[in-house]
């Protein structure tokens, strides 16, 4: 007998894939199908640079943000692709969709500010996002007051990814790094440390204490079922009760 084999593709973490699909559709067009005339693909510069920001062109906007899809060589596009699903796609589960998503517009837009402020080389590649990613990864063990060395590692092998795509030297570095860092404290503080706050302090976000929570249980106990409320002579005690009670559950 023929044996059915269902297989289901889960889009798990629809950012992280569209952002990496989208960075290899830009690079095809740019490089096969409009010969490099995507010109959104690098990020704006100073002013005596070799593309200075233009502040009343929309177009110089636009360049702050998505420079972030662009990459001038496929080898290092396939590696901040690949990058980018590692890191991404646990991070995208833990923090969610929309939190990733603004944290990888604020990185590459401040780092693309920075540039333009700076730097007379563009930017081009999702090296700020890749930090910021990084870094989301990071805290939780760095709140431990632990350093995994996988991680250190890890952020050496992006420092040197990040020096080879950089045009601009260490500066770029360092701009892509102060982008990641900006992106990722800002998730790290809103998303995951409110929520801890606030299984921590019930009382403080509107839940139930602890003790109203065990009084509420112990009230639906059966030691409770003919305990009447009324005047003093129809009162009647829980002991009358015939339901012999060994222990109450609770969770």
């Known amino acids: 007998m023929k044996k059915k084999i269902n297989i289901k593709i889960s889009y798990n973490a629809p950012v992280t894939i569209s952002f990496v699909f989208a960075a290899l559709l830009f690079f095809v067009l740019n490089n096969f199908v409009l010969k490099q005339k995507l010109g959104f693909l690098a990020s704006p510069t100073a002013a005596g640079g070799s593309l200075p920001f233009n502040p009343s062109n929309f177009s110089s906007y636009a360049r702050l943000v998505f420079y972030s899809f662009g990459s001038r060589d496929f080898a290092l596009l396939i590696t901040n692709c690949i990058f980018i699903l590692l890191l991404g796609t ?7 969709s929309v939190v990733i998503g603004i944290m990888m517009t604020v990185s590459s837009l401040f780092s693309g500010v920075l540039n333009a402020c700076f730097c007379n080389a563009s930017l081009e590649g999702s090296v700020s996002v890749i930090f910021m990613l990084f ?4 805290f939780a063990s760095f709140s431990k007051k632990n350093i995994p060395l996988s991680q250190a590692a890890l952020f050496i092998l992006l420092l040197i990814n990040g ?5 601009n030297g260490i500066a770029g570095v360092i701009i892509n790094v102060a982008g990641g860092l900006c992106g990722g404290l800002f998730a790290f503080l809103v998303s995951p440390k409110a929520k801890a706050a606030r299984k921590e302090n019930p009382s403080r976000s509107g839940l139930k204490s602890r003790a109203e929570q065990i009084a509420e249980i112990d009230s639906q106990s059966p030691r409770f079922q003919n305990k009447y409320y009324g005047s ?13 009670v060994i222990g109450t559950l609770k969770f």
């Open 163 to 167: 020096f080879l795509q950089s045009a």
């Open 232 to 244: 003093d002579s129809s009162k009647q005690s829980y002991n009358d009760n015939e339901t012999t």
């Open 135 to 138: 870094f989301l990864n990071s």
């Open 90 to 96: 646990e991070i995208e589960g833990l923090y969610g």
